[in-house]
């Protein structure tokens, strides 16, 4: 069951939504989200919550092994064609290995390649890390095959994380679990794109938890411009992604007509068509959750990230990107942070009837797909196969996006 608040601010109406909230709850958000982080505003938060915002980045498996363990995914390479390399693959703008590292190291430790990642690299000649003009940091994700999506048995464990009696009937869009194929490698964002890279692209700072912002209060003192960019449209996420291509020299990817734009600047209508390429786009639902697994086969929540250097993670605020440890693949709070936009058309029965070779989603639709958890939810919503449907010009402090490009 979804609830929906509204929010009235600076003359706009927005529309807040959390999977964790049921209709039942009576305190407004806004109320809760603007106590301060005392004892007494934690005990409030708690009472309009349906399960404790108490799930942090705890020490858990090391996701690393997880990817040699995995009997599905099929990243070595052995035995699959390797797409030629494009001949303008040189336009791209590569980082320089030292740069990178001393980046990842402010956001982060990204970590080593896996061995498919380096093996891939080497075959179509590109590097397994690169840059944007501005500097997004991303790094190349093998081809392979996964099981997507949830069986029995990890809807029970998501019911687990929930509450006994919880409705499994929530969790039936995941379902069934199925093998899917990804014929090609991908470019990722190594994070979500953050508040300073979206005002570089777009000139602007949509964020709700930033200086003079919604969310001012939270975050006082605080300087955000690591933090991840929220408060963006599904449009909004797709024309960073025609100008970060612009900025690039690189085509659109999208073909976006017709926008129009409310008085927070964000984009609410548009005529939205794919045209294709090698420029900046959102991710597949398919590539998400194959880049999110990074070869782990059964249900794998936020709790199996682990913190650097001590750092704990807040229920009341996003954090700086790379707070936590990356997954094999070396990519930071794909299941923690804000929940991502994705390209395809959402569907709640989609994977019953979703191709097994590189799905885009059903054809048409009325929501957009959201993928991973957020700060604000417990461990149940933060599970890798944890699938929402948005409308593309909603917009709130818990939604924020990453990049991906194909070489």
């Not at 070595?76 to 320089?96: C, F, I, L, M, Y």
């Not at 190291?105 to 891939?120: F, I, K, L, R, Y």
Request: aromatic fraction near 8%; charged fraction near 25%.
């Amino acid at each position: 069951m979804r609830t929906h608040r509204y929010l009235w601010t600076f003359g706009a109406k927005r529309r807040v939504h959390a999977c964790s909230f049921t209709s039942r709850l009576a305190p407004s958000l806004l109320t809760a989200w603007r106590l301060t982080s005392s004892a007494a505003a934690h005990m409030a938060v708690a009472s309009v919550l349906f399960l404790g915002l108490i799930d942090r980045c705890l020490l858990g498996e090391d996701q690393a092994a997880g990817a040699q363990q995995s009997s599905v995914i099929r990243a070595d390479g052995q035995g699959e064609r390797v797409p030629q390399q494009n001949k303008t693959a040189n336009a791209d703008r590569e980082s320089n290995s030292q740069g990178l590292r001393d980046r990842t190291a402010a956001d982060g430790v990204v970590g080593p390649p896996t061995q498919a990642q380096a093996n891939w690299a080497r075959k179509m000649k590109i590097s397994v890390d690169i840059a944007s003009a501005t500097g997004i940091s991303m790094r190349l994700v093998p081809p392979g095959e996964f099981l997507m999506g949830s069986n029995d048995a990890d809807i029970n464990e998501i019911v687990r994380l929930a509450s006994p009696g919880t409705d499994r009937r929530w969790w039936s869009s995941q379902q069934p679990k199925h093998k899917v194929r990804i014929t090609r490698a991908f470019y990722v964002g190594t994070h979500e794109v953050t508040q300073e890279e979206f005002g570089k692209v777009m000139g602007r700072k949509p964020s709700w938890f930033a200086k003079g912002q919604l969310q001012d209060a939270s975050v006082r003192g605080i300087d955000t411009h690591r933090f991840p960019v929220e408060g963006v449209s599904w449009f909004d996420a797709v024309e960073f992604c025609n100008t970060l291509s612009a900025k690039d020299h690189l085509p659109a990817y999208y073909d976006v007509a017709q926008p129009t734009v409310n008085e927070m600047g964000s984009i609410v209508t548009a005529q939205v068509v794919i045209r294709g390429g090698r420029g900046y786009r959102l991710p597949t639902e398919a590539e998400w959750e194959y880049a999110c697994r990074a070869g782990r086969t059964t249900t794998v929540t936020s709790r199996e990230q682990r913190v650097v250097s001590g750092v704990a993670t807040t229920n009341e605020r996003p954090h700086k990107v790379g707070t936590c440890l990356p997954n094999a693949f070396g990519l930071c709070d794909m299941q923690d942070n804000v929940k991502e936009w994705c390209q395809d058309w959402y569907s709640e029965t989609y994977f019953r009837e979703s191709p097994p070779i590189d799905p885009t989603g059903p054809a048409t639709g009325d929501r957009r797909v959201v993928r991973g958890g957020s700060w604000l939810g417990s461990a149940w919503s933060r599970c890798c196969e944890t699938r929402a449907g948005r409308a593309p010009n909603e917009s709130d402090g818990t939604i924020g996006f990453r990049v991906t490009k194909t070489p």
